[in-house]
């Protein structure tokens, strides 16, 4: 009897699981056709398809799994998809042709990078589905972000090589760090209090990231991906040697692209040692996003149309998965 009464208790809870029917997604973006793929992390299957929406560039989740945000470059708008059946539900004129986009940790705002002169950050509210304001920023940007306490904006300009870091309450700006290279992809550490530590950047023509200190606003390390091993090759094929990172949940482990090398590379944190070296055989490594628990990485391959899983413990690539025509930016998020 105890027995059957955990049973229940098991199917139960994954029936209300199911109901509740959230689940874990990779959302992967591609840079050619109309269509955005759903990975199951779970099974490295291709799960849904979001159609209609023609060069997409950026992707996010809604904190809430209702809805997924697509910047659209074909029709400079930012697209709401619904979550559930997957069809664009809306589409938000923004300022100017877009790049990356960020959603805010409350989920009230969207945030857009406008890549086309004079640039900035186009501020989208969720609740009425408009285009509220214009950040503006030193260049035009072609990655926004937010902090992980929520509590900035950050966005990247290759045209004007500056971070720009805008107060997410106030929607002002703070500062901006002039890098000297233009400024491509991004991500943070934090402190035990959830304060921003550090902010990783990838810069144009660096095989490897910079290292800024979040408080003082100073460059503080320039860190190189590691050489090939004897016998291997670079791969000519990609605008930018070193495109795509992201922090583990735990805050422990940096992962790092290498276009060039066609590696994905792990630091341990704080201390920036390489740690580990995934070959890739997809071709291109042009971003990475990892899954909730910080097991898997999963690496976008523009050259060769897919996505590699990599196992973050062993650093071995574990699944290709095929997907659309040149795939770049990519997240992870909860779907309702």
Known sequence: MKKLVITAVVLFSALSLSAAGKRVVIVQTNSAGDNVHLIDPATNKVVGVITGIEVNHGAAVAPDGTRIYVSDEAESTLDFVDGKSLKVIKKVK?????????????????????????????VIDTATMTNVKTMPTHGSIHNAYVTPDGKFVVAGSIAGKTVNVFDAKTEEPVWYLDMGLGVRPMTFSWNPDGSTKWLFVQLTDFNGFAVVDFATHKEINRIKNPDLPPGKQEVPEGSDPSHGMAVTADGKTLVVCSRINNYLYSYSLPDLKNIGAAELTGKGAGWVTLTP??????VANPVTNDVSAVDIKTMKEVARIPVGFVPKRNTTGILQ
């Open 94 to 122: 923004l300022s100017g042709h877009p790049n990356n986009i960020a959603v805010g940790k409350d989920g009230k705002r969207v945030y857009v990078g406008i890549i086309q002169a004079p640039g900035g950050v186009d």
């Open 293 to 298: 628990d910080g097991k898997t990485a999963y």
